[in-house]
């Protein structure tokens, strides 16, 4: 059975983002994408992230689904952060987040990616497993949270 944890590591979990604007804290989930070999460099990795944030932010419900796409990442991955305040993400009119899901799509795995995302939107309409997960304090209670929620991907 795959899991959303197949997608990510304790590394990418992040229960209190240092940061406080939407620059910030792309930019230190890109860091720990980049650590944990996910993608060869964090600096070019965030500015195609912002590019694509201003041609099309994605945003329900306090949570911020920023992506880079058609690169060559090392693999299909995310990485997970809560801010300690809500950011003001984009335009003057544009909505807060509490939660910021960075996508890392490698070139060939968008097909992929998409039973990703269904996976993750799931977590986020189960309110019981949501709340579970927001009230996480260890990176590890984070992956083992997300071990629960199964992919459509073969095993």
Not at 57 to 85: E, I, M, N, T, W
Not at 94 to 114: D, N, S
């Amino acid at each position: 059975m795959t899991t959303l944890a197949h997608f990510t590591e304790a590394g990418l979990l992040i229960p209190r983002l240092a940061g406080d604007h939407r620059e910030s804290v792309v930019a230190e989930l890109c860091q720990r994408l980049k650590l944990l070999g996910r993608i060869d460099d964090s600096d070019t990795f965030s500015r195609a992230v912002m590019e694509h944030e201003e041609l099309a932010p994605a945003v329900f419900d306090g949570v911020a689904f920023p992506l880079a796409h058609k690169g060559a990442y090392q693999k299909l991955s995310f990485a997970v952060g809560f801010a300690p305040r809500p950011i003001h993400w984009g335009a003057p009119h544009a909505p807060e987040v509490h939660t910021i899901v960075l996508f890392a799509v490698p070139t060939l795995e968008e097909k992929r990616y998409l039973s990703l995302v269904l996976a993750v939107s799931r977590l986020f309409k189960d309110p019981k497993t949501f709340s579970d997960f927001r009230a996480c304090l260890k990176p590890e209670e984070m992956l083992e949270v997300l071990s629960r929620i199964r992919t459509n991907e073969p095993t």
